[in-house]
């Protein structure tokens, strides 16, 4: 009678631990999945920053192409072909980001329809 006491008490004592243990696993995962974000939600904050990074450059280019303009005129006539160049670089300039913009709405679109 005193050893079925023994192992019943140690039988008890060892579901306890695996139950403690178990849900003590249990809440450590529920705790950094809700903590640290995944990985789709850091591509999409990602995408985010580099849409915004080339529309601010897209818009400061456009900027200084104004500005350009506001002191030579639209057709750039009176400018200095030093100051016409610099105005066909940045049009280059303001294309290109423009295109890379785009593409990074295309993986946007990609990534938020999955």
Do not use: C, F
């Amino acid at each position: 009678m005193l050893d079925l006491e023994h192992a019943l008490k140690v039988g008890g004592a060892a579901v306890g631990s695996l139950a403690v243990l178990a849900s003590s696993l249990w809440g450590g995962y529920a705790y950094l999945d809700a903590t640290y974000a995944k990985q789709a939600d850091v591509v999409l904050v990602e995408l985010r920053l580099d849409q915004k990074i080339l529309a601010d450059r897209a818009n400061q280019i456009q900027a200084r192409q104004w500005r350009i303009e506001d002191q030579y005129g639209q057709d750039l006539v009176k400018a200095p072909s030093m100051v016409k160049e610099e105005y066909r670089q940045l049009e280059k300039e303001k294309q290109q980001a423009l295109q890379e913009l785009d593409a990074v709405y295309q993986q946007q679109r990609k990534q938020t329809s999955k």
